[in-house]
C-alpha cells in the first residue's frame, strides 16, 4: 500500500504545472477564490432556510416532521453528493463538476422561491443539497491540484472559510430581508419575504457559473 501511494506521488500533475507556468501567485488565487465560491454556496444553502421555517410551517401547514425532512434533506443529499462527485469528476473532470454544481445551486434557489407546495419545496432541496455535495468535494480537488506545495495549504483553507463566510451571509440577507420588510411572512413586491431568502441565492450561483467558463 505504501508503494502504491509512493507511485502516485511521483505522477506528473499536468493541469497543475500548466498553470504554474502560465500564471503568477495573483492568478492561482484568483482561480482558488472562483472554485472557492462553491463553499459559499455550500453554506448559503445549507442556512439560509433557518430564517424561514417558521413561515414555511404556517404557510404550508406542514408538521414538524415534515418541515425537519425539509430542513434536513439538503443535508442528506449531500452525502450523496460527496460520494459521487469524486469518482464523476474523475471520469468528466473537476471544471464539468463546478458546472453541474452550479446549475443545482441556481435551480435551488429558483425552486424554493417558488415552490407551490412543500413536497417541491423538498425536491428543490435536494437538488441544493446536491450541489453542496459536489462542493464540499471537487472545489478543493480542484485547489489543491493546481496550487503549488507551499501554498496548497493555505489555498486549500480558503474552501472552509467559503463556508463559514456563506453561512453568515444567508444570515446576514436574512436579517437585512426581515428588517427591511418587517417579517419573514411579509410581503415584499410580488413575493414573501422568504421567498426572496431563497431567491438571493441565485446571484453567486450565477456569478460562480459564469466563473466555471473561465478557469482551465
Not at 506528473?12 to 477564490?33: D, M, V
Not at 455535495?133 to 496550487?147: C, F, L
Not at 483553507?157 to 419573514?184: E, T, W
Amino acid at each position: 500500500m505504501a508503494g502504491l501511494f509512493r507511485t502516485a506521488s511521483k505522477q506528473p500533475n499536468p493541469l497543475g504545472t500548466a498553470i504554474r507556468t502560465r500564471g503568477s501567485g495573483k492568478y492561482i488565487f484568483g482561480l482558488t477564490l472562483s472554485a472557492g465560491l462553491a463553499g459559499l454556496l455550500y453554506g448559503y444553502d445549507t442556512a439560509v432556510i433557518n430564517g424561514a421555517t417558521t413561515v414555511i410551517k404556517e404557510h404550508f401547514h406542514t408538521g414538524d416532521a415534515v418541515l425537519g425532512l425539509a430542513v434536513g434533506s439538503a443535508l442528506i443529499t449531500g452525502c450523496v453528493g460527496a460520494l459521487l462527485s469524486g469518482r464523476i469528476a474523475d471520469k468528466i473532470g473537476r471544471v464539468p463538476m463546478m458546472k453541474i454544481a452550479a446549475v443545482c445551486f441556481l435551480v435551488c434557489g429558483v425552486g424554493c422561491a417558488f415552490a407551490p407546495n412543500i413536497e417541491i419545496l423538498v425536491a428543490f432541496r435536494v437538488f441544493g443539497g446536491f450541489a453542496a455535495g459536489i462542493a464540499s468535494v471537487v472545489a478543493p480537488m480542484y485547489i489543491t491540484e493546481i496550487s503549488p506545495a507551499r501554498e496548497r495549504g493555505v489555498l486549500g483553507s480558503l474552501q472552509q472559510l467559503g463556508i463559514v463566510l456563506g453561512i453568515f451571509v444567508s444570515l446576514l440577507v436574512n436579517a437585512l430581508l426581515v428588517h427591511i420588510s418587517g417579517g419573514a411572512g411579509a410581503m415584499m413586491g410580488p413575493m414573501m419575504t422568504w421567498q426572496w431568502m431563497f431567491l438571493c441565492m441565485c446571484v453567486p450561483a450565477l456569478i460562480y457559473g459564469v466563473l466555471a467558463f473561465t478557469i482551465p
